[in-house]
């Protein structure tokens, strides 16, 4: 299988774990929106393993100082992509719950597989934020991300990184592309796409399987 410099692994066993579950055909609506939230905030944990903090002292009930750190959390913002992001925003809330979210609207036409962006709304100061999480289950073509990441630099957004569950190569190199400079974190890299744009072997259109529309 082809390497990429741009995307890193997240091999933890809980989080393996998870996700095969999610790919299993007879996981319920249910239990793959739950499992959805808990490897969201699992993988949060590596994505933001060396972000921004500052320092900061408490006092304990023993009347003692304690030196920490604190993260500013509303310096950080996740943009999650329409249907099936918002499913994983709120696994990263469980663990940032201060952070903003941006929402950004985008439909694949079925037939060219290209991108079609109708929405978008984010926190107007987007551009000092510390870290910008897009995220998104499935990265398949990468049309749909490239678009949210044109959106999003053409915001000020600065530091970004990707977040999904599935990468296929296809996504990977066509992000690689035209945003070089992004790291992907996935917990997958499969094999290819199909003719439809499918992930294989995937785990199936996630919007579907989180919302029951199928
Ligand atoms: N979107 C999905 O939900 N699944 C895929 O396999 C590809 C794109």
Redesign the pocket.
């Known amino acids: 299988m082809k390497t990429f410099d741009n995307i890193k692994i997240i091999k933890h066993p809980l989080v393996q774990d998870k996700l095969s579950r999610m790919r299993d055909s007879a996981t319920s609506s249910r239990d793959f929106r739950f499992l959805l939230r808990e490897l969201s905030s699992l993988m949060a944990f590596e994505v933001t393993r060396d972000i921004k903090t500052e320092s900061a002292s408490v006092r304990t009930p023993l009347g003692l100082e304690a030196k920490g750190v604190r993260v500013n959390h509303r310096e950080i913002v996740l943009v999650t992509i329409f249907r099936?992001g918002v499913g994983m925003a709120e696994g990263v809330l469980e663990v940032i719950p201060q952070a903003r979210v941006g929402h950004v609207g985008i439909y694949?036409n079925p037939e060219t597989l290209d991108a079609v962006q109708y929405y978008h709304k984010l926190p107007p100061d987007i551009a000092a934020s510390s870290l910008v999480l897009l995220i998104d289950?499935?990265l398949?073509t990468g049309n749909t991300m490239v678009r949210t990441l044109e959106v999003c630099r053409d915001a000020g957004a600065e530091n970004i990184r990707i977040m999904c569950l599935?990468a296929a190569p296809e996504g990977v190199e066509k992000v690689r592309e035209k945003f070089k400079k992004v790291p992907i974190y996935t917990a997958a890299l499969d094999e290819k796409l199909d003719d439809h744009?499918?992930?294989i072997p995937?785990?199936?259109?996630?919007?579907?399987r989180i919302f029951g529309t199928r």
């Not at 995937?202 to 579907?208: K, M």
Request: glycine share 24%; no cysteine.
């Open positions: 099936a694949r289950p499935m398949a599935v744009g499918y992930i995937g785990l199936g259109d996630a919007g579907d």
